[in-house]
């Protein structure tokens, strides 16, 4: 779970509008997986949006330091799109992001496109996401095992793969109370081995991530509590484990179940 550009700052005539967000998260989880080795993550965004419907942003988060990826202690996303809103309250979203690790190897970098359509269904608020990564040497497959990731032994340098992710995201405010209930659901394909530097968006070549909480907010303050998941048996975390903790060397389950809470503060 990550914080997400909230509220906005715009003059009355004003056709752009900046918004943004910073906080602390007790576990930074990318479609299930620990990015931080199960530890406290800092995040912070801002996103500068524009009245046709285009906008720019960038968003980043501390890392565990994983020596495998290059060894950098933060991930930078670059972020661009265009959100068109419809009478009906839909709404359809589409971009692509770039992840970057400043300090990491040159075999780090992803750019994914996605395509999001968000709507209300009384007074729930759905949203339906799909992400795709073009083949790409940091997909790649270039180890064939947590052996040969640990030695930092190639089986297959120079590999290109892609990666596919599906999601839903719903959301429900509970009458009555300042709660808001949270869900969410993920499927990722890709390749089911690691990449250049270690590490894959799948790692595992399939898996589902899931999540259910409860957000709360006050003023420009949001305190959230989430359960978090994925059907990654315990052997595959720990073949995954080595490229995703600190010195190469973490110990427990990354993609195993954790309850994560955030505090998140809006501009």
Partial sequence: LTPAAASAQEGES?????????????????????????????????????????????????????????????ELDLIAGYKKSFANGSALDVGVTVYTYPGGSDTTTVWEP??????????????AGVA???????????????????????????????????WGDAAYAIEG???????????????????PNGTSLTPTGSYTDWSLGLDTTYKNLTLGVAY?????????????????????????RIAGSSVVFSLTAAF
Avoid: C, M
Wanted: without cysteine; hydrophobic residues 30%.
């Fill in 177 to 195: 109370t300042p709660f808001t209930a949270k869900a969410h659901v993920g499927h990722s394909w890709g390749n089911d081995g690691l990449g």
């Fill in 14 to 74: 004003s056709a752009v509008t900046v918004s943004g967000s910073a906080g602390v998260v007790s576990d930074y989880r990318f479609r299930g997986v620990s990015q931080s080795d199960r530890e406290a993550a800092v995040q912070a965004g801002i996103t500068v949006s524009h009245e046709s419907g285009v906008y720019v942003g960038t968003w980043g988060s501390n890392l565990a330091g994983w020596g495998t990826f290059g060894g950098p202690n933060l």
């Fill in 228 to 252: 978090v998941d994925t059907d990654i048996s315990r052997s595959d975390s720990a073949y995954i484990q080595p490229g995703f903790s600190k010195g190469n060397d973490g110990t427990g």
């Fill in 114 to 127: 996605y395509a999001k359509i968000s709507g209300t269904v009384g007074g729930a608020s759905l949203l």
């Fill in 132 to 166: 795709y990564a073009p083949p790409q040497k940091a997909l790649g497959r270039w180890y064939y095992s947590g052996a040969s990731a640990t030695a930092g032994v190639y089986d297959d340098p120079g590999d290109k793969e892609d990666n596919l992710y599906l």
